[in-house]
């Protein structure tokens, strides 16, 4: 995944909207096993100054890893274009932002690289050792190695269970890591028996249907970005190439068709029951 925030810099910088004409960039691969989270990163450049910098040691790629979750930030600096960062699972959960930079090791009194716009041509600048000259973005991924965007059900972010309520109306709480949709007490045994059996696809439309399309629209919301569960929901969306702005279609793709899956349901219901499918 990935996010293209253009920054305020005082220079003109490569990657930063078009200050500059050329190619930074860079692609993450993160590989999740039980104790170790490795990323490989591969790093592209097409800006002759730049190359030249890095050449001559005036420049180092820079990549910077940071999880909000557990407060975990690290910076990798190399000449490489290939990279390995290994960093123990346990400093890592849900979201791990990765940002490319590319980054001045020296100061150089008259920076002025080809190839700058023309609104943005200061002439000469002065960079000092540790400036950014190249901002290839952020890119992010979910630290969870029973997560797969593209292959991980719902159910790994909302969750079903029994509230305090005696009867009444379900609820459902979004201010958590985890989606809880809550069942009055006196019906949660008939929730469990429908879903046991093989037409638990009948609760999936009634119950799991609306909250889901309700959490794709708070994607939108600041109060949602940091849970979990919108960070592994706008995953999936991204992976599966879903439009968050179509919520009522996307949810039934996410469900795998939960209206149409229940109307063939009911139908074998009333058929296997005797009933007559064309009565009123």
């Avoid at 078009?18 to 692609?27: E, L, M, N, T, Y």
């Avoid at 009055?184 to 929730?191: C, G, K, L, V, W």
Wanted: charged letters at 25%.
């Amino acid at each position: 995944m990935s996010s293209n925030v253009f920054k305020t810099y005082p220079y003109p910088v490569l990657g930063n909207n078009d200050d500059i004409s050329g190619i930074f960039q860079f692609d993450i691969q993160p590989e999740i096993s039980g104790d170790e989270v490795e990323i490989k990163v591969e790093l592209s450049l097409n800006h002759p100054d730049i190359e030249n910098m890095l050449n001559n040691g005036y420049a180092k790629f820079s990549i910077y890893t940071a999880c909000k979750r557990t407060l975990y930030k690290n910076s990798t600096q190399s000449n490489e274009r290939s990279l390995s960062i290994k960093i123990p699972s346990t400093g890592l959960k849900d979201r791990v932002d990765v940002t490319g930079y590319i980054i001045a090791t020296k100061d150089i009194a008259d920076y002025r690289p080809s190839g700058v716009r023309a609104d943005m041509d200061l002439g000469p600048v002065v960079i000092e050792a540790g400036d950014i000259i190249a901002d290839g973005g952020v890119k992010w991924f979910i630290a969870d190695k029973y997560f797969d965007p593209l292959k991980s059900p719902v159910s790994s972010f909302i969750k079903i269970m029994k509230s305090s309520a005696e009867d009444g109306s379900y609820s459902v709480d979004f201010d958590n890591q985890v989606i809880t949709i809550k069942v009055p007490s006196t019906q949660f045994e008939d929730f469990e028996y429908v879903n046991m059996h093989k037409n638990g696809v009948l609760v999936h439309a009634p119950i799991v249907l609306p909250v889901l399309v309700e959490a794709i629209i708070k994607l939108n919301e600041d109060d949602y970005a940091d849970y979990s569960w919108a960070e592994k929901l706008r995953s999936m969306l991204d992976q599966k190439n879903l439009d968050q702005y179509m919520p009522f279609i996307v949810a039934q793709e996410l469900l795998g068709l939960p209206i149409k899956r229940n109307v063939t349901a009911i139908k074998h219901i009333i058929s296997d029951s005797g009933g007559d499918d064309d009565e009123q």
